[in-house]
């Protein structure tokens, strides 16, 4: 099971006010519980369903909490403290629905419009839990996605061996000639290659996106912390362009992540 010190990116930093950080924390133990459901080997997928499905109605207030659903139960109480919306973490449930049944993804799109479910809401909760502008929701829902495909391509092959899901649009696969199967190789081949630079250039496109629109938040700390995760995001993509994701799993280093965070905050400061 997977918990903040397995993601990326940050889920909180200084930059984040004290008095709020307790409720991000809160946010993300609701969503990466329900992740971890949609994502466990061991349920099946109608016990899957029906906890998910629970999740959901403990966040609407329509069921009681139990042992399963404690985190969405303390992210509801906190959605009351602070005002913020719980349809956030609902849309994610609703991505999570999606990976306990659906496999694949026929195109660009399809997969977009997933990811719009499943990583989009997390940047758009933040905005509001900041009191920020909905102005600002191009850029966090791009670099959301960015995100989001960064971690595909890291996990292209667990994905595929150990849950039979491909978060790779199928018409990409046929453009380079090549299948899904490339995935269980012990190396990339040049088709999965192709296939593989095709989703970065279009990421990198979409991190492009977040960079321009940053200014856009107004909140200081959340600007500078979203800075920092654009660093983040471009040395990952970077790294995912020279390293094999089939051979080994591209994660950055201790001295790399350091150095986004430098990175990231001296660009914003210069701006601010």
């Not at 150990?162 to 090549?178: A, D, G």
Request: aromatic content about 8%.
């Amino acid at each position: 099971m997977k918990n903040r010190n397995d993601e990326n990116f940050p889920v909180t930093t200084i930059f984040i006010p004290l008095v709020l950080r307790k409720h991000v924390h809160l946010f993300y133990n609701c969503v990466r519980s329900a992740d971890n459901i949609a994502d466990s080997v061991k349920l099946t997928p109608k016990q899957k369903t029906f906890l998910l499905t629970h999740i959901d109605g403990v966040l609407k207030g329509t069921e009681k909490s139990d042992k399963n659903s404690k985190s969405a139960f303390q992210h509801r109480q906190s959605a009351e403290e602070t005002g913020v919306t719980v349809e956030h973490a609902r849309h994610l449930l609703q991505a999570f629905m999606m990976d306990v049944t659906k496999r694949r993804y026929r195109n660009w799109s399809e997969l977009i419009n997933y990811c719009q479910y499943s990583a989009a809401p997390v940047g758009r909760y933040l905005l509001d839990l900041h009191g920020c502008e909905k102005n600002s929701q191009t850029g966090t829902d791009s670099l959301c996605i960015a995100l989001q495909l960064l971690n595909h391509l890291q996990d292209c092959k667990i994905d595929y061996v150990s849950l039979n899901r491909v978060y790779i649009p199928e018409e990409f696969f046929k453009i380079h000639e090549t299948d899904v199967t490339a995935l269980e190789a012990k190396n990339t081949d040049i088709g999965l290659r192709r296939v593989l630079d095709k989703i970065l250039i279009r990421t990198d496109e979409l991190i492009l996106v977040a960079k321009k629109e940053v200014w856009k938040i107004s909140h200081r700390g959340l600007r500078f912390q979203t800075g920092v995760i654009i660093a983040i995001a471009e040395k990952l993509s970077e790294e995912l362009r020279k390293r094999d994701p089939i051979s080994e799993r591209v994660e950055l280093t201790k001295i790399q992540y350091f150095l986004c965070f430098l990175k990231g905050f001296l660009r914003m400061l210069m701006r601010s």
